[in-house]
């Protein structure tokens, strides 16, 4: 098999991989895109989130070097105003479903991120942006997902 098809043959299954994902966006920064991303059942934008209901990220990334500690940074936009999502879980190291702290470089790590919509919030679109950090403050992955909350069905 010559490189050039090799190339197509992987591009076509990861193409076939992304489209049952939620679509992201990257965060305009240098920080990499997980490789894969599951919000609920969420395949189009902008994700619906249900006022009263607990969603559900999972995301798939790979460690970028050896890593200690994980800290989860959730921040919504909407109407030009940031704010920094209130997470209960604070030690990412918590959050891990396959593997735990300490993690070696070139890990696969799938982490679950839970956010409750609460009851009050208002049914807004909005912007959420969610990055993983390490022990140093580096950003390990991010991505920029559109929401929108919506009543309960
Ligand atoms: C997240 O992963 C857990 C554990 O593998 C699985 O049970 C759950 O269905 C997944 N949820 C989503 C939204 O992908
Ligand atoms: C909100 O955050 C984005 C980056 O995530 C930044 O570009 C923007 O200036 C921030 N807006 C405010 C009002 O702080």
């Given at each position: 098999m010559n490189?050039?098809?090799?190339?197509?043959?992987?591009?076509?299954?990861?193409?076939?991989?992304?489209?049952c994902d939620?679509?992201?966006?990257?965060?305009?920064?240098?920080?990499s895109l997980p490789l894969q991303i599951q919000?609920?059942?969420?395949?189009?934008s902008p994700c619906e989130l249900e006022r009263g209901s607990t969603v559900v990220m999972n995301v798939t990334f790979r460690a970028p070097h050896y890593v200690e500690g994980l800290t989860p940074e959730v921040i919504a936009t909407a109407l030009g105003v940031n704010v920094t999502y209130p997470l209960s879980e604070t030690n990412g190291c918590n959050s891990l479903l396959?593997?735990?702290?300490?993690?070696?470089?070139?890990?696969?790590?799938?982490y679950q991120l839970q956010m409750p919509i609460l009851a009050f919030y208002p049914t807004?679109?909005?912007?959420?942006?969610?990055?993983?950090?390490?022990?140093?403050?580096?950003?390990l992955m991010c991505f920029v997902v559109a929401a929108r909350v919506v009543l309960a069905s």
């Open positions: 490189q050039f098809f090799k190339s197509v043959v992987v591009i076509v299954a990861s193409l076939a991989l992304v489209s939620t679509p992201v966006t990257d965060c305009e920064n240098d920080v919000i609920n059942d969420c395949v189009e396959n593997i735990r702290c300490p993690i070696d470089a070139e890990e696969i790590i799938r807004i679109s909005l912007q959420i942006k969610f990055t993983i950090y390490d022990e140093n403050s580096n950003g």
